[in-house]
């Protein structure tokens, strides 16, 4: 691994020097860990000169599987740059072949607090030659930060004709990909169709909830006055039928009444005619009188 800063200068102070040193350290308490950074860009390369990256791969997929390098390349190289990076850290590059175990690690430790700018640093391992066709495959490499794992990378090791290949088929699954992306945005357009319609029934059927709503409670305020018609009427009725029954007694007085005029009526006819009667004999017998007189 290399780094952008790698020199420390290291002097022997006087030993009265390092006693004041340990004694101001004392009173200042512990030295805090304060380690930090932040990452630029990280990238995989063929070359690393002069601290920039060069040699792009071959080929670089936009899927999980990352870059291609083959495997008549001489190395392959993970390279990160910090836009500042603090101490006290150890900076650890890992790299794990297609079998999953470690194949290669390498560090660099920075026990100070010192602060850096623009730092980069980097680590490879060697392809041509050492790499074959039965290593080739799916690489990780990863960066760790102290025990922080900040980047992984993943990437293939192909030979020539795996590679073109790889290519062949790659370029066959993104065409297929491609098409099943545009019939998945079809079925999700769709799918955004079929939700808004959702979504207007849900609104009419809100808006039916209320004017349901609103019916029942209409219907509540019916249903209460017909209740209160039916006992008014059924009130009503009782009130009839006592009328009913009062027009019936009436309506027999009346008969009675009737009668008792009619018996009354009979009774005067009979009255006069029998004062007619006597009133003609009175007068037949004045007239008879007078006559014989």
């Known amino acids: ?3 952008g800063s790698r020199i420390i200068s290291t002097k022997i102070y006087p030993i009265s020097f390092v006693m004041i040193l340990m004694m101001c350290l004392t009173l200042i308490g512990p030295v805090v860990n304060a380690a930090s950074y932040e990452i630029e860009y990280y990238t995989l390369a063929r070359n690393v000169d002069k601290g920039v990256p060069s040699g792009e791969p ?3 997929t936009d899927s ?3 870059a291609v390098f083959l495997t008549t390349d001489d190395y ?3 390279y990160i740059r910090f836009k500042e990076i603090s101490g006290p850290f150890l900076l650890r590059m890992e790299w794990y072949g297609p079998d999953g175990q470690l194949y290669y690690s390498s560090e660099f430790k920075e026990e100070t607090s010192k602060a850096y700018n623009e730092y980069w640093a980097w680590s490879r391992i060697a392809v041509a030659g050492k790499i074959d ?10 960066v760790h930060f102290n025990d922080e794992m900040i980047v992984i990378s993943r990437f293939l090791i192909l030979t020539p004709y795996l590679a073109w290949r790889f290519v062949e088929v790659y370029e066959e699954m993104k065409e297929a990909n491609q098409v099943l992306e545009n019939t998945l945005n079809e079925y999700k357009w769709k799918m955004e169709e079929s939700n808004q319609e959702i979504a207007e029934l849900k609104s009419k059927n809100t808006e039916l909830e209320s004017r349901n709503h609103g019916l029942e409670n209409n219907l509540a305020e019916v249903e209460t006055k017909y209740n209160t018609l039916s006992q008014e009427y059924s009130k009503v009725v009782s009130e009839k039928d006592s009328l009913k029954i009062e ?8 008969k009675n009444t009737q009668a008792d005029l009619d018996s009354l009526s009979l009774q005067r006819f009979l009255a006069l005619i029998a004062a007619i009667a006597f009133a ?3 007068i ?6 007078r006559k014989k007189a």
């Open 247 to 254: 027009v019936s007694s009436l309506q027999e007085k009346l």
């Open 280 to 282: 003609s004999i009175v």
């Open 76 to 78: 392959v190289y993970s």
């Open 133 to 142: 066709e039965e290593k080739s495959g799916l690489w990780i490499v990863t």
């Open 1 to 3: 691994m290399e780094k």
């Open 58 to 60: 071959i080929f670089v």
């Open 284 to 289: 037949v017998a004045i007239f008879i009188k």
């Open 64 to 66: 999980g599987l990352g």
